[in-house]
């Protein structure tokens, strides 16, 4: 029998730690298969105080299980880091999970567009027969999640741009806004902190957490009058989009100031774009600012996405710096190619290396 923790009790207890691929299939008595994210090795502390090498599969949702083989190397006597889960970590793990399954988008005002010039509509784009199927599904699940509308005709239209994973999967489809809406977008005011600002208000935590917000513009509702602008042209049709989509030079700007006025007011909380972080100076402090902001997302219906989130770390990696209890430092990783390249031998690797003509 394996042993088996959810992906919010992983995220809780050891978030530091890397899960990799798995090619274990667990089927249930009813021959439904459990969705597995992958596999990882801790250590446990036992009740003897040995540190015991445990094999966990991480699951999307699922009760933690010990297997009879983790059982017997610990001597039956299992002391596992998640019974200190008081009430407080219970209930933050149960809003991990209500968060992440959020749908249909935050509880905000609808945005609205303001749009200067006449309209544009521009012809679809040829897609390669090799994406048409993944370019079809993509669309037809964003049309079921409620993204994205068919239409019949629109005065407004641009084709769509198609980012690709690096294993040939569509990640996103969005407009291509450069040559049409952009130019007659009305600007707004961008509240990013600067990275500066941003590492400063961290000073003196001990704790801290980073929560990715799902999808991020996308759960942004457009006002109805302002959805015609975002028509896409695809060879299957029209789609408007019903939220903010990626490609607008204001949908950064629009998402930072909504998500600010999602969490004014709750302490220990700064956002920055897709992510939000929240710190403290004890994990006390820390923990009871997480939950608080949980149930504010709770009510305001924002959605995580848990596989991406860290919770309760004593050091945070954020906007190219490493913060923890003693110091902001800059990320080594960013550092890496400098100090891992191989020294010039001659004149034009030297050149090359330094960036000159």
Known sequence: MESIISIA??????????????????????????????????MVHSKEHRLVPIHFLIAKSS????????????NHRVSLHTNFMSNM???????????SNNTGGMNVQPVKLEVDGEPIFLKQRVIPYGQRDGVLQALE???????????????WAKPIVIAIQSDGKILRICGDYRLTLNPRLRKCAATTM?????????????????????DAYL???????????????????????????F?????????QAAIDEVIRGLDGVLPYQDYVIVFGTTKAEHDDRLLKLLEWFAIKNVSIRASKCMFSSPELEFLGFTVDTQRCRPDPSRF????????????NQLTSIMGCP
């Open 141 to 155: 699940k964003m049309e079921r999640e409620g993204t994205i509308t068919l239409v019949t005709s629109s005065t």
């Open 336 to 347: 890496r190619p400098l100090t891992e390249l191989e020294s010039p031998r001659d004149q």
């Open 219 to 245: 759960q942004i509702s457009l006002a109805p009058t302002c959805r015609q602008f975002t028509t896409i042209n695809t060879s299957w049709g029209l789609y408007q989009y019903n939220f903010l989509p």
């Open 194 to 214: 600067e990275p500066e600002d941003f590492m400063k208000a961290l000073h003196g935590s001990t704790c801290f957490s980073k929560i990715d917000l799902a």
């Open 89 to 99: 970590h219970t209930h933050l793990q149960h809003m991990v999970v209500k968060c």
């Open 247 to 255: 490609g607008l030079h204001t949908s950064s700007g629009i998402f």
């Open 63 to 74: 009760p933690c299980k010990l297997g009879l083989t983790a059982i017997r190397e610990l």
């Open 9 to 42: 009790v992983f995220q809780l207890i050891c978030p530091q730690a890397k899960i990799h691929p798995t090619s274990v299939r667990i089927l249930g008595v009813t021959a439904n298969k459990l969705p597995l994210i992958g596999e990882v090795s801790l």
